[in-house]
């Protein structure tokens, strides 16, 4: 038997970037406390998030995307070794080649930082009227709030692009967004009514 510190360890060896501590226990209440059942997800990475999702109820569904190969795999094995291969649809690919039919009661974005707008904009297709989208890694370790220079121009792009992505959200005139310094910075993005 698995157990999900198994896969926080495997994360933490190989630096792979599941959600933190505190911002999946966010997620995991808000899914449960809300009457969230299907779930798109947006970077699956070693489906860490996608396994704990699933496991908040029987009832609970995710499809979720991830690019790159060897993560995937490792993903489908811990799929596997939960038995939630019939509750977690997979898909290896870039999430803009995925087109999707179904509708979701919660999207996920934790993919690639500089395409966030890209990802909302895309998505937001899938969500019900009353769905939420849930972005991860606001906080970029705090890069976002700083006013200091960042030596590396390739984190300094991402800062600038997630900064963006939060103007974006902050002036939004289809979505409300609350903002939670929880985690790597988590915001929830209802439509207005
Ligand atoms: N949600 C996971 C962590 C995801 S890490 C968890 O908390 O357990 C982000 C992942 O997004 C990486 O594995 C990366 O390969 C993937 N990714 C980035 N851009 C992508 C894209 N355009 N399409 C699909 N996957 C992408
Ligand atoms: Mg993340």
Wanted: net charge negative; hydrophobic share 40%.
């Amino acid at each position: 038997m698995v157990h999900i510190q198994q896969l926080e360890k495997y994360a933490k060896d190989n630096n792979i970037p599941i959600m933190e501590h505190d911002g999946i226990e966010f997620l995991l209440d808000y899914i449960k406390n809300n009457n969230v059942k299907n779930i798109l997800e947006i970077g699956s990475a070693i489906g860490y998030s996608a396994i704990r999702m699933c496991l908040v109820d029987e009832s609970i569904t995710v499809t979720t995307i991830e690019r790159d190969e060897k993560r995937y795999n490792e993903a489908v094995k811990n799929i596997k070794d939960f038995n939630l291969e019939d509750r977690i649809n997979i898909i290896l690919d870039d999430a803009f080649n995925v087109e999707l039919d179904d509708m979701y009661d919660l999207v996920f974005i934790d993919a690639a930082k500089s395409q966030y707008i890209k990802f909302f904009e895309k998505f937001k297709l899938n969500l019900k009227d009353d769905g939420v989208i849930v972005s991860d890694n606001l906080n970029f370790h705090g890069l976002t709030h700083t006013t200091e220079h960042i030596e590396s121009r390739n984190v300094r792009g991402i800062v600038r692009k997630l900064n963006n992505y939060i103007d974006f959200l902050k002036n939004n005139e289809e979505f409300e967004t609350t903002f939670y310094e929880i985690g790597d910075g988590v915001s929830i993005s209802k439509r207005k009514l």
